[in-house]
């Protein structure tokens, strides 16, 4: 069966990839507004952003108003500083929620209209030229037709996609990468773990898709602990600035599965960092894929060199998950009640939770059948 494969229209990628794309840069419009926080200002990041926008004689605008995980009411704001300085095109610089608030700026920059309009239908509307440079290895928004936005008014999170949501640029430069702590890479780097898996294990998978979900499963597995214990190691970020690329080219033509759809609603009540719920998910959620999808998880077990050809399916399925059990316990992944969450506050959201990760519908995308129920008890499953 045909299928198409969707990557973003130009990527430039390695040491100086922000002075190679400085030109392109130049030609995608008069004024561009840069959507950041205001760590990325503090950190000397935009100014370098800012410096190549100008030595191109572009003028520019900049929105800081991304705290924390995008919602409704930033990507307002963000789109009344795009109006008011009378920007032509859009330049994201952060981790996931920079690029995603970039993306949703993006589509109401011409349209009349809320973000949560388009909540469960594919966006189809006039966008200004995108530019994003990620400053985080995980997220992989610089390469997906994704964003994930909170609507504040019904608490949940809303995974909305469409083709014109691909940046026409991609910079992926590791010195940017560089500046990001333990912790924040510690759970980047899982969410690009968790898109690589499941992309490989997801109803939605083709051989393309396969092929950069494997190579981003192996460069993490490889260099993340390294990047995680010496974050001023070069080649351990370059690593997992091209395995976030990868993975998240992955699963933007495979999809995700269930630990993304069990993922956003605790980030929309609990308020935990995307990468984060992710993890604390991953051995839970995958446990129950498992017997789905052995020989998926085979394949991935002896990638990883966790496995060998005198393992059977089951045999390699199984040592895979024990070495990506590993792997969250050294990167310190909390639990939810280490995180702070209130027991019975979780317990009391459960069935509005797995209904929204139902109606999102990546649960349904892994291969093994599941239900509402089967999202409750997962849940449940986490305080164990």
């Known amino acids: 069966m045909a299928r198409e494969f969707i990557v973003p229209g130009q990527i430039i990628s390695g040491a100086g990839a922000l002075d190679m794309a400085a030109q392109t840069l130049g030609t995608m419009g008069k004024k561009a507004l840069i959507v950041t926080d205001e760590m990325m200002i503090k950190l000397g990041n935009c100014a370098k952003v800012e410096e190549a926008l100008k030595d191109q004689n572009v003028d520019y605008a900049v ?140 109803r ?30 070069v080649e351990a970020r370059v690593e997992m600035s091209v395995a976030a690329l990868e993975a998240g080219i992955a699963f933007n033509n495979a999809s995700v599965t269930l630990i993304h759809g069990m993922s956003r609603p605790i980030g929309a009540l609990f308020h935990v960092p995307h990468g984060l719920s992710n993890a604390m998910l991953m051995e839970t959620c995958l446990t129950f894929a498992l017997p789905g999808a052995y020989g998926r998880f085979a394949q991935l077990g002896r990638a990883i060199g966790a496995a060998d050809a005198s393992d059977g399916e089951r045999s390699a399925a199984e040592k895979f998950l024990a070495a990506l ?28 939770m797995a209904q929204d990760a139902m109606d999102s519908g990546s649960p349904q995308n892994t291969l093994r059948d599941m239900t509402g129920e089967d999202v409750e008890e997962l849940y449940r499953k986490l305080w164990e």
């Open 63 to 202: 929105f800081s108003g991304v705290t924390g995980e995008p919602t409704d009411k930033m990507i307002e704001a963000g789109v009344g500083a795009y109006r008011e300085n009378r920007c032509d095109f859009l330049v994201g610089l952060g981790g996931g929620s920079a690029l995603d608030s970039m993306k949703a700026i993006g589509v109401l920059a011409r349209y009349d209209g809320r973000i949560s309009d388009f909540m469960g239908r594919v966006i189809e509307v006039p966008m200004p030229p995108m530019a994003a440079i990620p400053t985080t290895a995980g997220t992989g928004s610089e390469c997906t037709q994704f964003t994930i936005i909170t609507d504040t008014e019904k608490d949940i999170k809303m995974l909305l996609k469409g083709k014109c949501l691909m940046p026409g640029l991609a910079v992926i430069d590791p010195q940017f990468t560089m500046t990001a702590p333990p912790k924040i890479t510690a759970s980047t780097g899982l969410d690009a773990l968790c898109h690589a898996v499941e992309a490989y294990t997801s």
């Open 204 to 233: 939605k998978a083709q051989t393309m898709s396969d092929t950069f979900a494997l190579s981003a499963v192996k460069r993490i597995f490889h260099s993340l602990p390294t990047a995680f214990r010496d974050g001023a190691n």
């Open 325 to 352: 059990r590993g792997l969250v316990e050294e990167l310190e992944t909390p639990t939810p009640a280490e995180y702070g969450i209130d027991r019975e506050e979780f317990f009391g959201h459960i069935t509005k």
